[in-house]
DNA sequence: ATAATGATTGGC
DNA sequence: CCAATCATTATT
């Protein structure tokens, strides 16, 4: 039941700034217990949020208002929105109590859980084999897949159903690439900071994620 | 109370 | 390209 990977993250994990703990995360492994099962997947793509001078960020003008309430207290937590009436998008609070700053998981690699995921994806399951990445190659099917909704808003990922594990060593920064978050254009030169993160050439990176890849 | 809109996805 | 679909937010 208890699959530890190499080992659930400590408190002290997220006292690193928003920019270092965006790439750190890449190579982690993300996993949700619910009464399906458990459900985990590797954490290829994020965007990070940078609080109240970001114009892209739900935390911008630094007014904390009850859907981001979350991010004004310790990082190490969920910060689950919804959004275009429909979807759900899971982040991790990042930044100091009152540093409303937060990072956008916004792909995984399916590692465990496949048949649960695939069912909440409406996703058949052999069709699912032929191209896992399908269940979670993006920030709202992750969440789906992942059976995360507002349920799971303010939970802590070191010590509740959600969970957020090391499971290898930091990844080399030549494997990692970085680019302009993906739907932000409303936020004019905030919109071209090179706040998105991905490994490089990996299958799972989000659809529109690998449209432009590696720019300068 | 009302109106605008979105950190997306899937289908045509 | 565009519809789906409604909570959240700002405004009246």
Redesign the pocket.
């Given at each position: 039941m208890e699959n530890s990977w190499k080992g659930l993250v400590n408190k002290t994990f997220f006292s690193q700034s928003t920019p270092d703990l965006a790439q750190a995360l890449l190579g982690m492994v993300v996993a949700h217990d619910s009464p399906l099962g458990r459900c985990a997947g590797r954490i290829v793509e994020v965007?990070m949020?940078r609080g109240p001078d970001d114009k892209?960020?739900?935390?911008f003008?630094g007014?904390p208002?009850?859907?981001?309430r979350v991010m004004y207290g310790p990082p190490g937590y969920a910060y689950v929105y919804?959004?275009?009436?429909?979807?759900y998008?899971l982040?991790v609070v990042t930044g100091p109590i009152g540093s409303p700053e937060?990072i956008?998981i916004r792909a995984l690699e399916p590692l465990q859980g496949i048949e649960i995921m695939a069912q909440r994806?409406h996703i058949k399951i052999h069709e699912a084999s032929a191209n896992l990445c399908r269940l979670t190659n993006?920030?709202?099917?992750l969440a789906q897949a992942l059976g995360i909704g507002?349920k799971e808003y303010g939970l802590e990922l070191f010590n509740s159903p959600l969970q957020l594990y090391h499971d290898q060593d930091p990844l080399p920064s030549h494997v990692i690439a970085t680019g302009p978050r993906?739907?932000?254009s409303?936020a004019g030169e905030a919109a071209l900071y090179p706040w998105r993160f991905w490994i490089k050439n990996h299958p799972c990176v989000?659809i529109?994620g690998r449209v432009q890849k590696t720019k300068t």
């Open positions: 965007e949020y892209a960020a739900h935390s003008g007014r208002t009850p859907r981001t919804f959004v275009y009436g429909m979807h998008c982040n937060a956008l994806r993006g920030p709202a099917k507002i993906i739907n932000v409303y989000s529109k």
